[in-house]
């Protein structure tokens, strides 16, 4: 019988059907009700630190910001220098392991490692040490996140390279490619574990840290340990699954002395049993982890960790198999775990607990709490006692400045994407940001613009991302632009992308991005017409010095019969204009990336309708960041939206469509969830081979939405590079290669700087 946590199995369905509420999409607005922020910006004692205000830097991984030993380099640290200086509290460091000696995951060949380390060579500490003095030159405090390791979510190269299993609590499979075994750590070697804490804990403090702040959320190696779903261990001294952790912050409490503040982040359930049901008895993957902690248990550890040492808590839900709850992309909630942080806080104050300091333990709440206004209202009514900002902080460093001035409109929102930072980490990049450019290059792009030396006169067509960040740019530097766009507004194709209610974190970006034009227009030298179709002879007469092509993209065509037929709409029509499928009960979109499944979810939560996708390669949403990923697919097959992969579309009739589908028992499950995909570089030696056994099916519906990819609309480029209609011509954003919004602001800001 699986266990079940009538809260987590609540909070699963209510982040896949929240934005039925308008309340709840209300409070992921970006809104300034309650200005002044008098508890947002009030001062917390945690342990023997003062901190100045509620504001908390999450710890995100800051892979490859160090050099190739593991000394922080400049990068991380103007990295973090900017987030100090942009007003926030306490700030905390990505995960950093305490010993490199048990995991063989940690490494890549040679000794390389892509994580910054404290554990060895003197000489890196100079590299935290200058960290530590830049955040606090800024007032704001720095907490370093203490790992044991990866374990079973570790990279299984060290079977290849090192020769090496991995490792973890007990025999588990490894995350990534589940046919390779984790074999269990020794005592002997959790004993080491435990004292390079209180080793790392110490060197951490005599080199001007303020606290630690151990890893034990999500399933990584201290979860591992301390979590029966994979600490199964049968006997010594370990096989309690409290033990670890208790043990660990006891030693660390030794090495610290009494004042000096331990921080522990954890989640309440990795919520398997609640998301997976039945599947958890049959899926192989997953079988092993049904006996995880229940929250009852949870909260019992977490008592438990306070009596040894721990001062202050931040509280999620998951794990890698329920990814998308830790990593919340765009779709879920804002502030989803804020009832999780409820639920201690007044386990807590009901068991009257308190630090060995005598404090409260304050409570962080975690998770899309970007909006002001839902932070402090948080505060106030004693949901948490600090607020946690990751991704929001990617974003606009400066947020929390501008929220204590009441500049919240000028807050550069997150929207959730996961492109620049999870993405990038997965794909072997470092920390950056889609919608800040600047983020994580830091080190290489001062944060002043230069001023343009001689005013040109530029021209830029197309108020997408990428052209918006150029004339704002641009024109915040000294040149004169004019910005064109045919639409009435900007945003470009956000426009159409952020019309799911699920999208607001887009709809937000899209209000920013209509504000910070609106602004500069007020401000510089930016002039903007809107509603304008502009050819080469309108560009003619304003005799730029400089043209920026912006155009962005348009539909890429279908050769199929049927194409034509008046129930066929290309997904943005959809999308400007749901109506269309107003009177369609069954509608079938083509195209599984990430356009065909939002509309797929649009049409399914919205609208109620029988939804099936077809796609025709294996895989849907390939190329987006895997939390975004196993959301949609999560919640499409919640809401019984059928997923055809493997499938192609050969005609389409009045009242059906005519597909060959793949149906070999090869083809991939599409709701496989509890997985992620590998970046395409590393290839799966042990994956099955996909064969092909195709059906010719007849698909009702009565409606189609086409969602098949955009190509370039580089017309106007060609056209002005021919007609040398200005001394230097360019073309950005998905006019010069369809991308992301990632690379959109990316070209738009770099050219816009350089010009
Ligand atoms: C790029 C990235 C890296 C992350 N790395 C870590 C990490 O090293 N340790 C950790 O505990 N959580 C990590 N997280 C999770 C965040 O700390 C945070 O819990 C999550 O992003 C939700 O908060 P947010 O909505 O404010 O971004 C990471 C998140 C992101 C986006």
Redesign the pocket.
């Given at each position: 019988m699986l266990q079940k946590d009538e809260f987590i199995s609540n909070l699963i369905e209510e982040c896949g059907t929240w934005f039925q509420s308008e309340d709840r999409l209300n409070a992921g607005k970006m809104t300034m009700e309650l200005y002044p922020y008098d508890h947002l910006f009030s001062p917390i004692q945690v342990n023997g630190v003062k901190i100045r205000n509620r504001l908390c830097m999450?710890?995100?991984?800051?892979l490859v910001m160090c050099d190739q030993k593991g000394r922080p380099n400049a990068k991380m640290i103007e990295y973090f220098a900017a987030r100090a200086k942009g007003g926030v509290g306490l700030i905390?460091?990505?995960?950093v392991h305490v010993s490199h000696k048990w995991d063989p995951s940690l490494f890549e060949r040679d000794g390389v490692s892509y994580f910054p380390r404290i554990d060895t060579y003197h000489s890196n500490l100079m590299g935290w040490r200058d960290l530590v003095d830049q955040v606090h030159a800024y007032g704001a405090r720095f907490f370093i996140?203490l790992?044991a390791g990866m374990g079973r979510v570790g990279s299984p190269e060290s079977l290849i390279s090192a020769h090496k299993f991995p490792v973890s609590a007990s025999w588990n499979p490894n995350f990534y490619v589940s046919q390779i075994p984790c074999a269990p750590l020794r005592d002997r070697q959790l004993k080491g574990i435990i004292s390079n804490f209180g080793q790392i804990a110490a060197t951490a403090k005599s080199n001007k840290v303020d606290g630690v702040y151990l890893?034990g959320?999500?399933g990584?190696l201290l979860e591992q340990l301390t979590n029966p779903a994979f600490n199964r261990r049968s006997g010594g001294p370990f096989a309690n699954y409290q033990t670890f952790g208790i043990e660990t912050v006891k030693k660390i409490r030794r090495r610290v002395g009494p004042s000096f503040p331990i921080m522990y982040?954890i989640d309440l359930s990795l919520a398997l049993n609640e998301a997976y049901g039945d599947r958890m008895n049959h899926v192989k993957a997953l079988k092993k982890f049904r006996n995880g902690r229940t929250v009852a248990m949870t909260l019992d550890y977490m008592t438990n960790l306070v009596q040894a040492g721990v001062d202050m808590f931040?509280v999620?839900v998951g794990c890698y198999e329920t990814w998308w709850l830790?990593?919340?992309p765009n779709a879920m909630p804002p502030g989803?775990f804020l009832p999780v942080a409820r639920l201690v806080k007044d386990c807590f104050l009901q068991n009257n607990i308190k630090s060995n300091a005598g404090l409260e333990v304050p409570i962080v709440a975690?998770?899309?709490?970007?909006n002001p206004d839902l932070a402090e209202r948080a505060l106030r009514e004693g949901t948490c006692d600090m607020v946690?900002?990751?991704?929001?902080?990617?974003a606009d460093p400066e947020r929390p400045n501008k929220a204590y001035a009441g500049r919240v409109a000028e807050i550069c929102p997150?929207i959730?994407d996961?492109d620049g930072?999870?993405n990038?980490?997965a794909e072997g990049g470092h920390?950056q940001c889609t919608v800040n450019p600047r983020t994580g290059l830091e080190d290489v792009i001062p944060e002043d613009l230069p001023p343009a030396t001689s005013p040109l006169k530029i021209g830029v067509v197309g108020a997408g991302p990428a052209g918006v960040m150029c004339a704002i740019t641009a024109a915040k530097r000294g040149h004169n632009v004019v910005l064109f766009d045919k639409n009435s507004q900007v945003g470009g194709m956000i426009i159409a992308g952020s019309r799911p209610k699920m999208k607001f974190d887009l709809a937000n970006y899209l209000a920013y991005l209509t504000t910070i034009v609106a602004r500069a227009a007020d401000q510089s030298n930016l002039e903007v017409h809107l509603s304008t179709k502009v050819t080469p002879d309108l560009l003619t007469e304003y005799q730029f010095d400089t043209l920026v092509c912006a155009t962005g993209s348009r539909p890429k065509s279908l050769p199929i019969e049927g194409i034509d037929l008046p129930h066929v709409f290309q997904a943005t029509d959809f999308l400007h204009d749901p109506a269309v499928a107003s009177n369609a009960a069954s509608p079938i979109v083509i195209g599984g990336g990430s356009t065909g499944l939002e509309v797929a979810h649009m049409l399914a939560y919205e609208m109620g309708k029988t939804v099936t996708v077809v796609e025709m390669l294996p895989l849907f949403m390939k190329g987006t960041s895997n939390a975004n990923r196993n959301y949609m697919l999560y919640y499409l097959e919640r809401a019984g939206v059928h997923l055809l992969n493997c499938t192609r579309v050969t005609r389409i009739e009045v009242d059906h469509v005519v597909v060959k589908q793949n149906v070999s028992p090869t083809v991939p499950n599409p709701y496989v969830t509890w997985k992620v995909l590998l970046p395409d570089y590393v290839i799966n030696p042990l994956e099955r081979r996909l064969q092909v056994k195709e059906q010719e099916k007849h698909l009702p519906c009565d409606l189609v939405v086409i969602a098949t990819g955009v190509q370039s609309d580089d017309s106007l480029y060609d056209a002005c590079l021919k007609t040398q209609i200005a001394p230097k011509v360019y073309n950005i954003g998905d006019s010069f290669a369809v991308g992301r919004i990632f690379e959109a602001t990316k070209g738009g800001f770099a050219l816009g700087r350089s010009l």
């Open positions: 999450a710890p995100m991984g800051n905390t460091s990505g995960l996140q790992s890893h959320h999500e990584y982040r931040d999620d830790p990593h919340p989803v975690v998770g899309k709490l970007g946690m900002l990751g991704r929001p902080l990617l997150c959730g996961q930072c999870l990038e980490l920390i």
